[in-house]
C-alpha cells in the first residue's frame, strides 16, 4: 500500500505536463543560389539563442579552395543591398577548405526579428563586396512565442 502515494505523485506529475505549453523561438533559414557566375551554393539558418542573442550559421559548396569569402545577413531580400544585420564584424571570413566548402557562425548581439525581409549574402572577396557570389532569401520557420501544447 506504500507504493500507491509513489504512484499518484508520478500521474499528477503526468497529469500537470499534459496542459504545458511550450515556446519556440524563431527560426530563419534559406537555401543559398550562386550569383554572379559563381557555382557556390549552401544553406543558411538564423536563430534565438535568447532575449537579446541571434545565431547565424552558414554552410556552403562549390567554392574555389583557399579563398576567403565574407559573408552577412542583410536586411531585403537578394539583389536589393540592405544593410547587415548585427556587426559586420562578427561574420568570420569563410575559409573554403580544399573540397570547396566552408562553414561560419556569428553571433549577434540583438534580438532576433519575427518579421521582415531578410537574406544571406555571400561576397566575392573583402575587395569585391559588391559582387555577390551566393544570396538566399531567409524564410520563417517559426514564429516566436507559438505555443504548442504537450499530448500526454
Known amino acids: ?27 530563419w533559414k534559406t537555401s543559398l543560389k550562386p550569383g554572379e557566375g ?3 551554393t549552401g544553406t543558411a539558418k538564423v536563430e534565438a539563442k ?29 539583389g536589393t543591398g540592405g544593410a547587415v544585420v548585427g556587426a559586420a564584424t562578427a561574420y568570420p571570413l569563410l575559409k573554403v577548405k580544399d573540397n570547396g566548402e566552408a562553414k561560419g557562425e556569428a553571433k549577434l548581439d ?25 544570396c538566399g532569401d531567409l524564410a520563417l520557420e517559426q514564429e516566436k512565442d507559438k505555443s504548442k501544447t504537450a499530448g500526454y
Do not use: Q
Open 1 to 27: 500500500m506504500r507504493a500507491i502515494p509513489g504512484i499518484l505523485v508520478v500521474g499528477v506529475a503526468v497529469a500537470g505536463l499534459a496542459g504545458a505549453t511550450y515556446r519556440f523561438s524563431p527560426e
Open 38 to 40: 559563381s557555382s557556390i
Open 50 to 78: 535568447g532575449d537579446k542573442a541571434t545565431e547565424a550559421e552558414i554552410h556552403i559548396k562549390g567554392a574555389t579552395a583557399g579563398a576567403e569569402l565574407p559573408w552577412h545577413v542583410h536586411s531585403g531580400k537578394c
Open 110 to 134: 540583438i534580438a532576433t526579428p519575427t518579421s521582415g525581409d531578410y537574406s544571406v549574402n555571400v561576397h566575392k572577396s573583402a575587395a569585391e563586396m559588391k559582387t555577390i557570389v551566393a
